[in-house]
């Protein structure tokens, strides 16, 4: 607690100020978004361990599986996101160049582009290798999955096989793009069947 505490008093001007006026998390019906006040900021940030994979920083908000950060070292600077279950690896996107900027929208998030394939969707793993073990590892920790790894080499030899049930297809293209030994094998279900997750870019050799 006293380290978050730290953190906020290092956090930029305005981002102290909002913090020190609100009593209740604001929340956006229409995004899920909650921006913390200060009891759920200490909350939150203790769960989630913020400070062993972003250290120097601070979640001060969170949509689903996306949190918020903002970055304490006495400057302004930008408000960004990353992937709650890969915190530490994941790319930050930047939601807006300064907390200020980010209050004046509402708290605004960037639009998704318009995908080509369904929201949601049904995704399934087929054509790995039966002795792919390996492979299929990379897709579970892609996935986020919770395949038992006693049960991977049945799963490769019953391919097609359903990977993850209800998933975003869209968002699993985005992490395809630093996993592209397992672009040829994510597929979503669709009305004709299956039907590729990624498609190819130029200057793809998968």
């Given amino acids: 607690m006293e380290m978050i505490e730290q953190l906020v008093s290092r956090a930029d001007a305005a981002y102290q100020r909002w913090l020190a006026e609100v009593t209740d998390d604001f929340a956006a019906d229409a995004t899920g978004l909650s921006v913390f006040c200060r009891e759920s900021l200490l909350e939150r940030n203790t769960t989630y361990e913020v400070g062993e994979w972003l250290a120097g920083c601070l979640m001060i908000g969170q949509e689903g599986d996306r949190g918020y950060f903002l970055r304490c070292d006495g400057d302004v600077g930008p408000v960004f996101s990353a992937d709650l279950g890969a915190l530490g690896s994941a790319d930050l996107d930047v939601v807006a160049p300064a907390f200020e900027v ?33 492979l299929l590892m990379r897709a579970r920790k892609l996935l986020d999955a919770d395949w038992r790894v006693a049960d991977l080499r049945n799963m490769l030899a019953a391919q097609p096989f359903l990977a993850a049930r209800s998933a975003r297809p869209w968002r699993v293209r985005g992490e395809l793009r630093s996993a592209p030994e397992l672009r040829q094998h994510l597929f979503y279900a669709a009305d004709d069947g299956l039907e590729a997750v990624w498609v190819a870019e130029p200057g793809d050799t998968i």
């Fill in 102 to 134: 980010w209050l004046r929208s509402g708290f605004a998030l960037p639009s998704e582009p318009e995908p080509d394939m369904p929201l949601i969707a049904d995704v399934y793993i087929d054509k790995m290798p039966v002795d792919g073990v390996a």
